[in-house]
């Protein structure tokens, strides 16, 4: 019989049954909200995020808005535009919910992570409430600076930001976080500050901000302000390269958070290195089913390739990524222009079925098709080798090979490009 994969993580002291965490949100404001969650395949939960001063607590209605009416891409990529401010309820009313929440988790063997925010300028209300979710029974906590407050005075004062870990660290015994803002630069100096503070972990990233138009009725679609624009999977990118750059200065456990829908998606932030990763607007939009499939999915990827724990494949492809700057370095061809560019694309006839997509797509006019032969002519002389082709064809039928031999294989669509 087939052993399962082990899919626990360990990170700051405490033992995760797997890296699937439920990432901040209203998915868990309440511990009704949250009894949702703990029979699924999940090794954490994190709170909604809670905060005191009353005027970071108006929620406005209605708050939640999916952008499915504007199209496919919208549709199927699982876009939000929210004003979802922190947690409504006062702070003692959150403080019996979080006690509830804890007792729960920890009869479900799930971790329970406290995500607050309070003023920047208040040391002691983020040092009160943080030991008070600590005597409730969290088992670590978020401080959420990516609040859009929270986030514009740490960005102007680093300073701010490590204090307050430090002094929540010195006050408290269980591991300190903090929830990044997207936006928030410089990013490398503004970590390594929170790591030389003595940060346990990061939660990389919150939301966007923005605001869509109804261009048919002529006015904001939903509320007419900013908020918090969440891009579903189209943030993982560049959700994924702020997670690298983090990496490349300080070794920090890091929970993957924004544009995972499947669990190729997961995959892309244990492979940079994330222990754990966060799933927040997926659940919206596909329910509580798609934790378990997701789990499952990481399981079945792990055993097609052979693994057995997390530990073996975590990192693996965050080791390939070199800078630009290096890459441009080491180019052989830097400065050629057509005809002389290295690459050219080669189509394999009988996967072509002529569609025309190569023709009408390239800038370069490198394609035509040729109706009455019915094929698919290649002027190679006006091709700069940039490859846009070979991933455009849906069809699979183009590669980029070498000018020279036509044998060589520089690009398929698959993993990295030879020339790299």
């Not at 073996?312 to 400065?335: C, M, N, V, W």
Request: proline content about 6%; charged content about 20%; some cysteine.
């Amino acid at each position: 019989m087939e052993t399962s994969p082990d899919t626990s993580v360990g990170i700051a002291g405490l033992k995760f049954k797997n890296p699937i965490v439920v990432a901040s949100s209203e998915c868990a404001a309440n511990f009704r909200l949250l009894k949702n969650w703990t029979n699924r395949k999940i090794g954490a939960i994190v709170t909604k995020t809670f905060t005191s001063p009353a005027e970071f607590r108006i929620r406005v209605r209605p708050y939640q808005f999916p952008l499915n009416k504007f199209g496919k891409a919208y549709r199927q990529g699982g876009c939000l535009y929210s004003l979802a401010a922190p947690h409504v309820e006062d702070s003692e009313t959150v403080k019996i919910q979080v006690a509830q929440m804890a007792e729960h988790c920890r009869a479900s063997s799930v971790i329970l992570i406290a995500s607050f925010f309070e003023d920047p300028q208040n040391d002691d209300l983020w040092i009160r409430q943080a030991k008070s979710f600590e005597r409730a029974g969290a088992d670590m906590l978020e401080l959420n600076f990516s609040s859009p407050s929270a986030a514009k005075v740490f960005s102007q004062s680093f300073d701010s930001a490590g204090h307050i870990i430090s002094q929540v660290k010195k006050n408290t015994s269980i591991p300190i976080g903090l929830k990044l803002s997207p936006t928030l630069e410089p990013l490398e100096l503004f970590i390594q500050a929170c790591a030389d503070a003595g940060l346990d972990f990061v939660t990389a990233h919150n939301a966007p901000s923005g605001i869509v138009v109804d261009v048919e009725n002529e006015v904001p679609f939903g509320a007419p302000a900013l908020g918090g624009y969440v891009m579903g999977r189209v943030f993982l990118p560049y959700s994924l390269g702020r997670i690298v750059r983090i990496r490349k200065i300080v070794d920090i456990p890091i929970i993957g958070v924004g544009g995972i829908y499947e669990a190729q998606d997961a995959l892309q932030y244990i492979l940079c290195g994330c222990p754990l990763i966060g799933i927040g607007s997926a659940l919206y939009f596909k329910g509580p089913r798609i934790l378990d499939e997701i789990h499952n999915g990481i399981t079945d990827w792990m055993q097609q390739k052979g693994y057995g724990t997390l530990s073996e494949f975590q990192g693996k492809a965050f080791t390939h990524i070199k800078d630009a700057a290096s890459l441009k370095s080491r180019e052989k061809h830097p400065y050629t222009t057509p005809p002389d560019c290295p690459y050219i694309p080669i189509i394999d006839d009988e996967l072509c079925n002529r569609c025309g997509i190569c023709e009408t797509t390239c800038i370069y006019n490198v394609f035509s098709v040729d109706k009455n032969k019915s094929m698919v002519l290649v002027h190679e002389d006006k091709c700069w080798s940039c490859g846009f082709c070979v991933g455009i064809c849906p069809a699979g039928a183009i590669e980029l090979r070498d000018r020279k031999s036509k044998q060589k294989l520089i690009w398929n669509n698959q993993g990295l490009a030879q020339s790299f």
